[in-house]
């Protein structure tokens, strides 16, 4: 699931506090641990949080903010990795950037190499079920092997997601999705940036 970094700050505020003190904390405490001037602000932080599956809250009481059980059970099987914007799934996209967001993934999704998030653009993988956006995560490598789905950038700036193949001194990126056709390029003009390891969808 996709969290801001204030909305994952406030969510580990929230823990902490009832690990330390045994009982919620109030939006007040919670405003006023941030800086924040407005209690709205922080409403809205809870309300996305609770959406997204990580709180719950009770309407009739004033200290009712508390991680799901089993999320709180589970938080160890969870890792947070950064989300680094948008990957096409389709035509050809400018490089992905930093976008300051986190996303939380499970733990086996994860290998022992740096990884990271991006969302699905496009719908040039849908036969392998990556849809327009998806979050996948991706194992920071700079090679692959044949038929690896990779973020593979392209001449130095436009990134794509692709299955990967090597043929002698050229690169055929392919896409799952009989009615587009392959990128096949040279390969110097090609830099994997990472490996496909996860796919996280949001209903």
């Not at 902490?16 to 800086?35: R, T």
């Not at 392998?128 to 789905?149: F, K, L, M, P, S």
Request: hydrophobic share 40%; with cysteine; proline share 4%.
């Amino acid at each position: 699931m996709a969290l801001t970094r204030r909305q994952h700050e406030v969510y580990e505020f929230i823990k902490q506090f009832i690990e330390q003190k045994g009982y919620s904390p109030s939006l007040e405490e919670i405003c006023a641990h941030f800086g924040l001037s407005s209690v709205a602000t922080v409403h809205k932080h809870v309300q996305h949080l609770v959406e997204k599956g990580l709180l719950r809250k009770g309407w009739n009481r004033s200290r009712s903010v508390e991680p799901l059980p089993e999320v709180a059970a589970g938080g160890a099987a969870a890792v947070e990795l950064p989300l680094l914007g948008t990957v096409a799934a389709g035509a050809l996209h400018e490089a992905i950037e930093q976008t300051g967001e986190a996303v939380i993934v499970p733990r086996e999704m994860v290998g022992r190499a740096e990884s990271y998030v991006l969302q699905v653009r496009g719908d040039s993988m849908i036969d392998d079920h990556i849809q327009d956006g998806d979050y996948v995560v991706v194992e920071r490598r700079d090679e692959a092997r044949n038929g690896e789905t990779v973020v593979a950038l392209v001449r130095g700036a436009e990134a794509t997601l692709k299955k990967f193949y090597r043929r002698g001194a050229r690169v055929v990126l392919e896409p799952a999705n009989r009615a587009l056709r392959p990128i096949e390029v040279p390969a110097q003009d090609v830099q994997i940036r990472g490996v496909v390891r996860g796919l996280l969808r949001q209903y």
